[in-house]
């Protein structure tokens, strides 16, 4: 009898345990975790990108763009990270913000206020904030001409299209600047080729003759003309 008693708990103890992971289980497989999961997880994201390292929080703009949140609320928490110290954040933000492509009021001054703002030559930023206008297409129209006055004043770098982007929000005002683009690489290139036929022809010349020509090193390390004025 004794011995009966003491085991007698320890079943017990087994019997509650297996019970207890019986009901969690099904728990687990009752509850719509799936429904649950959609509703903490705009707000986990967007404590993330409130409070999270610089990494998590470029993650979080990207993944809040795509989420089903309510779009005018993810807009408010996204606009800060413009100003962020963090580069890449930035980057991201505009990226996001140009995916959701809505709030233009608040949006577009923002990111032409994130382009004026950059400091670094080499920084991408001014090219996915260029990039996120452009999603705006014509709802971005009313601020063309603050886009034109940064191109005529040579605000981008080589590597940008803002003459695209204008295009995409206001084509009437870039087509006579795309035609003067295009007219000036078609010049650009004619005078290269032209450069580069001389060249040829005083070589062959030097060649026939073994006597070089006037000026030739002179124009042979001419520079070219720039297709990309």
Same mark, same amino acid.
């Given at each position: 009898m004794k011995l009966f008693k003491l085991k007698r708990p320890c079943w017990l103890g087994w019997r509650f345990?297996?019970?207890?992971?019986?009901?969690?289980?099904?728990?687990? /497989?009752s509850v719509p975790w799936r429904r649950v999961w959609q509703r903490v997880k705009v707000p986990v994201l967007v404590q993330c990108f409130r409070h999270g390292p610089a990494a998590t929080r470029r993650y979080a703009a990207i993944f809040l763009a795509f989420s089903d949140g309510d779009k005018k609320m993810i807009v408010s928490v996204l606009l800060p990270g413009l100003k962020d110290k963090d580069e890449g954040v930035r980057?991201?933000?505009?990226?996001?913000? $140009? *995916?959701?492509?809505?709030?233009?009021?608040? +949006? +577009?001054? @923002?990111? /032409? @206020?994130?382009? *004026? @703002?950059?400091?670094? #030559?080499?920084?991408?930023? #001014?090219?996915?904030?260029? $990039? @996120?206008?452009g999603h705006f297409s014509t709802n971005a129209r009313p601020w063309s001409p603050i886009l034109m006055g940064m191109i005529e004043s040579n605000r981008f770098h080589y590597w940008l299209n803002p003459l695209g982007v204008l295009n995409s929000i206001d084509p009437e005002v870039v087509k006579p600047l795309l035609e003067k683009r295009d007219a000036d690489y078609s010049n650009g290139v004619k005078q290269a080729q032209a450069h580069f036929d001389e060249v040829a022809r005083r070589r062959a010349l030097f060649l026939r003759t073994n006597v070089p020509p006037a000026n030739s090193a002179a124009l042979t390390n001419a520079p070219l003309a720039d297709p990309h004025p």
């Open positions: 345990l297996i019970s207890l992971l019986l009901v969690i289980a099904l728990l687990a /497989f980057e991201m933000t505009a990226i996001a913000l $140009g *995916d959701i492509h809505q709030e233009p009021e608040q +949006v +577009v001054p @923002a990111l /032409f @206020a994130c382009i *004026d @703002a950059e400091t670094n #030559p080499a920084s991408l930023v #001014p090219n996915y904030a260029l $990039g @996120a206008i």
